[in-house]
């Protein structure tokens, strides 16, 4: 069972950045490592993957060109760097991982282990 750890996120304002960081406890077995993020009363939405042994990078639309992925595999840990904040990045940003290399990369349901979640609130 991996157990994946997130820290960073807070409060901003619009403009500003965070980093969030994601630890995880094996990394032997696992394919994709990522982020989505829950906004109240919302769908939980990908955010962007990264393959752990390639290095590709998958982010989602919404972020494009503001978030940058990258990992230290040394450390069994990812980072998600956001700039350009906009308010309506405020949610709950989950780690997410899965072993398995063919799956529908946007869907959470396809993704076993999960953080704990830390909150970013980006205010106007």
């Known amino acids: 069972q991996v157990q994946l750890v997130e820290y960073g996120g807070g409060s901003v304002q619009a403009g500003g950045s965070l980093r969030l960081s994601c630890v995880a406890s094996?990394?032997?077995?696992?394919?994709?490592m990522g982020w989505f993020r829950q906004a109240p009363g919302k769908e939980r939405e990908f955010v962007g993957v990264?393959?752990?042994?390639?290095?590709?990078?998958y982010p989602g639309d919404s972020v494009k060109g503001r978030f940058t992925f990258s990992k230290d595999n040394s450390k069994n840990t990812m980072y998600l760097e956001m700039n350009n904040l906009k308010p309506e990045d405020t949610a709950v940003y989950y780690c997410?991982?899965?072993?398995?290399?063919?799956?529908?990369?946007?869907?959470?349901?396809?993704?076993?282990?999960w953080g704990q979640g830390t909150q970013v609130t980006v205010s106007s």
């Open positions: 997410a991982a899965s072993p398995i290399w063919e799956i529908a990369l946007f869907s959470p349901t396809n993704y076993p282990y």
């Open positions: 094996d990394t032997f077995s696992i394919y994709y």
């Open positions: 990264m393959s752990w042994n390639e290095s590709s990078v």
